[in-house]
């Protein structure tokens, strides 16, 4: 679903659909993460089949220059495998949780993708030549007589049709006891961020056998165990900052200058609860889902079960804006906790200039 902005309102409309919908769709096939470049000019899919699609943004065209330009498949690539853990007699689940890209540095594309709980980093490179003209092999590939070579040739580069590769670069596993539920790339372009259930580590993209444990929320009894953590972002400008949101709707600014292990935060943002609004189900429905910074760093997006909250950097006491994203299914609160969909997790992000809110809804 798309949405184009006439004046003040948004006029939603339905614009690309990938594959047929008159048919039933295998469990496998289901979306479960998608993530736009830096540029806009690629979007990653990621499916509970373990599968990265990349679709590309074709040009508009000239003939019809009032019609957007559409996604189309660039490349496909298996990213994920199932797995079993021995040692704890658990399936592993080839889902992809999150992707995130990587700034482009050359022609290539680089991105992250991670299940439950192994992070991949990907190469997403074009090839439009090969080499022809080799001394050693005919063009075929085979091996040539080394006594039958009467003279040395120059290989040149002849064109050949555009070839998209996908080849693993990293992998960076057995860091996460809990499954993983967020991944961030800091604003260095060096480092990035993975968080489970207890725990942050920081890594370093060219290091893939250590981490560094950033927050361990994990009490020595686990029966004292009060929240977990739901989602983590690193600030696009500093690189020493980032956030955490909570199961009990809080949101925890660290510094890691403060301290190797930033279990004491900077910042702690959450809004009181209204007292006469308190039911069975409130803590369930407070908990966040995401949390994302502003392209300007000055703010922040939480999204919880009903509603999307904006939050000031330096107001930590309340939200500077509430939206309520579907009020009428706390009526139904009761029925959604009956069928577990209570428990859905929902994302939500910022337009470029940062004057749109984009979330996932929940539609019947």
């Given amino acids: ?30 979306i ?18 373990g599968r990265v699609v990349i679709f590309q943004h074709e040009q508009e065209s000239k003939n019809r ?5 559409e996604y189309n498949v660039y490349s496909t690539f298996q990213s994920h495998e199932p797995e079993f853990d021995y040692l704890k007699s658990l399936e592993i689940e080839e889902k992809i949780n999150k992707i995130r890209w990587l700034q482009q540095q050359n022609a290539a594309h680089f991105l992250l993708s991670t299940n439950d709980k192994t992070i991949k980093l990907w190469k997403i490179s074009e090839r439009d030549k090969r080499a022809e003209g080799y001394n050693l092999k005919d063009e075929d590939g085979r091996l040539r007589d080394p006594f039958r070579i009467t003279s040395l040739r120059v290989p040149v580069l002849m064109p050949m049709d555009l070839m998209v590769e996908a080849s693993p670069r990293r992998i960076f596993a057995n860091a996460h006891t809990y499954h ?8 260095d372009h060096e480092t990035y961020l993975s968080a489970d259930d207890l725990r942050i580590n920081l890594w370093h993209l060219e290091i893939t056998d250590r981490s560094f444990n950033i927050v361990d929320i994990k009490p020595a009894n686990m029966e004292e165990l009060t929240e977990v953590i739901t989602a983590a972002e690193c600030h696009p400008h500093q690189c020493n900052v980032f956030v955490y949101s909570s199961s009990k709707g809080t949101i925890r600014l660290c510094d890691m200058r403060a301290g190797a292990l930033c279990d004491r935060h900077s910042k702690f943002f959450e809004e009181p609860e209204d007292p006469s609004s308190r039911s069975f189900f409130s803590e369930i429905i407070s908990s966040i889902s995401d949390v994302k910074f502003s392209h300007s760093g000055r703010y922040m997006m939480t999204r919880d079960y009903l509603s999307v909250k904006v939050w000031d950097l330096n107001m930590e006491n309340r939200p500077v ?5 579907h009020e009428y299914l706390r009526s139904k609160l009761c029925s959604l906790y009956e069928n577990d969909c209570i428990f859905d997790k929902f994302e939500c992000c910022w337009n470029g200039s940062d004057r749109r809110l984009i979330h996932r809804l929940v539609l019947f």
């Fill in 1 to 30: 679903m798309a949405g184009v902005a006439s004046g003040n309102d948004f006029q939603w409309c339905f614009s690309q659909v990938k594959g047929a919908i008159d048919e039933d769709v295998a469990e496998a096939d289901i």
């Fill in 32 to 49: 479960s993460t998608v993530e736009f470049n830096y540029s806009g000019e690629l979007l990653a899919t990621g499916d509970k089949g």
């Fill in 65 to 69: 220059p009032h019609l957007r330009g």
């Fill in 180 to 187: 993983i539920n967020s991944i961030s790339v800091n604003s």
């Fill in 321 to 325: 804006e509430t939206y309520q994203v």
